[in-house]
């Protein structure tokens, strides 16, 4: 309880305040009486770069998204595979949930198997490195389901453009609107995200389209342009102070 206002206490000493979700700058511009500006969340160069980029020929059939051991953030995922008989590949999950998922929902569920530092298999959820997950997953995935509302700030849906990953994500995650608006669904809507999942399936030059449109954007998330936004809006504090004595 005492974290929210140790936070906008912080906020209030501080020149400027980074806000990583564009539309969210009003609300964070009322708590605080410091300036709020909009810089992206930046991204590696190599991935701007596209160095784990894939053409959809080139990818399996399988549907990815992520989860944890809370089911909201993959039950649609579940809901679309079990309806259009794809394969779903989980990250982060516990194996117990995908034999859980198999056995009782009859839906094929690849686990990601993980390798300690002498080469052993572990059931247990490791946090996989940036590089290796976009490697071994996000890039070979064809279509990345992303629809949990406890990410504005969504790295998913810059880790598939980067990767050449068409992502179905939430509507109100500005990360999705900018970049895949055209797979931007409502939270539960089944319905279109099975017809969606279907054009990207069966329709190259639409997956092609939209892949193409959404690595074309990843530039907007580069260091190089954060680190910009970041000196401008300093630059600009700084003005101010000038201008107002």
């Known amino acids: 309880r005492g974290i929210c206002p140790n936070i906008i206490r912080a906020w209030n000493v501080c020149s400027m305040v980074a806000c990583l979700e564009e539309d969210k700058v009003p609300f964070y511009?009322?708590?605080?009486?410091?300036?709020v500006r909009f810089v992206?969340?930046?991204?590696?160069?190599?991935?701007?770069?596209?160095?784990?980029?894939?053409?959809p020929e080139l990818k399996d059939e399988w549907l990815l998204t992520y989860g944890d051991n809370n089911p909201t953030n993959y039950i649609v995922a579940v809901g679309v595979a079990r309806r259009l008989k794809l394969p779903l590949r989980l990250t982060a999950v516990s194996r117990e949930v995908c034999d859980f998922i198999k056995d009782y929902l009859g839906v094929a569920v690849y686990y990601p198997v993980h390798l300690n530092d002498k080469g052993q298999q572990e059931d247990k959820i490791?946090?996989?490195?940036?590089?290796?997950?976009?490697?071994?997953?996000?890039?070979?995935?064809?279509?990345?389901?992303?629809?949990?509302r406890w990410v504005g700030t969504s790295?998913?849906?810059?880790?598939?453009?980067?990767?050449?990953t068409a992502v179905i994500g939430w509507n109100e995650s500005h990360t999705q609107k900018r970049l895949f608006p055209d797979?931007?669904?409502?939270?539960?809507?089944?319905?279109?995200?099975?017809?969606?999942?279907?054009?990207?399936?069966?329709?190259?030059?639409?997956y092609k389209m939209i892949a193409d449109k959404a690595f074309k954007n990843t530039e907007f998330y580069s260091e190089e342009?954060?680190?910009?936004?970041?000196?401008?809006?300093?630059?600009?504090?700084?003005?101010?102070r000038i201008r107002n004595g």
């Open 40 to 55: 992206p969340q930046p991204v590696p160069d190599f991935m701007v770069r596209g160095a784990f980029r894939a053409g």
């Open 126 to 148: 490791v946090a996989l490195p940036q590089d290796m997950y976009m490697k071994n997953f996000m890039s070979r995935s064809k279509v990345c389901l992303h629809t949990s």
């Open 155 to 164: 790295r998913m849906s810059i880790t598939g453009a980067c990767c050449g």
């Open 183 to 206: 797979l931007a669904v409502d939270l539960y809507d089944i319905d279109k995200i099975c017809i969606l999942v279907r054009k990207l399936y069966k329709d190259y030059e639409f």
């Open 29 to 35: 511009e009322s708590l605080t009486s410091s300036v």
């Open 225 to 240: 342009n954060a680190l910009q936004r970041m000196i401008d809006a300093i630059r600009e504090v700084q003005f101010r």
